[in-house]
Structure formats: C-alpha cells, structure tokens
C-alpha cells in the first residue's frame, strides 16, 4: 500500500464514521478485503448518495452515474482503490 493509499483509506475511513455513523472500531478494522455493502448495516441504497456526495466534496473529484456500481462497494479496497484513480486522474 503505497502513502497515497494509506491516506485516502484513512480519510475513507472518516467519511464512514462521521457521514453514516460507523463506529470507529469497526472502521479502524476495515482492511482491502472488508465487505461493505450488505455487511456494515449503516452502508445502504439510501446511503450510498450521501457518501458518494462526501466523497466527491472531500477528494475533489467528480463520480459520474456510470461510475457506481455494485463491485465498487463491495469490499473497502476497492473503494478506496476507486478514490486513488480518481483522485490521480
């Protein structure tokens, strides 16, 4: 995991405890291989709007519709792997 990385998982991290509510024990314990989707009761259908707003907001970058989908929330790596390209692009 590279520094770039490790910071946006941090930041990542932060979004989930403080725009849904996730206890910070459990974020702090999200590692690439993490589920999200269907395992964290606080990430929904109805919040993955707000998060995807957060995310946008906090990394300036811009996630068009096409861009969300079902894998991209399926495990915590590929969500912060999607913020790192994005990021970088």
């Known amino acids: 995991?590279?520094?770039?990385t490790a910071s946006h998982a941090d930041q990542m991290r932060r979004i989930l405890i403080e725009v849904l509510g996730v206890p910070e024990t459990?974020?702090?314990?999200?590692d690439a291989s993490?589920?999200?989707f269907g395992a964290l009761p606080e990430i929904d259908s109805m919040a993955v709007a707000g998060?995807?707003?957060e995310m946008e907001d906090r990394?300036?970058?811009?996630?068009?519709?096409d861009e969300v989908d079902?894998?991209?929330f399926?495990?915590?790596g590929?969500?912060?792997d999607f913020i790192a390209r994005k990021a970088t692009a």
């Open 1 to 4: 995991m590279t520094a770039d």
């Open 26 to 30: 459990a974020a702090a314990g999200l």
């Open 34 to 36: 993490s589920p999200l």
């Open 51 to 53: 998060l995807l707003t």
């Open 59 to 65: 990394f300036g970058i811009v996630i068009d519709d």
């Open 70 to 72: 079902a894998d991209l």
């Open 74 to 76: 399926a495990t915590f």
């Open 78 to 80: 590929n969500l912060v």
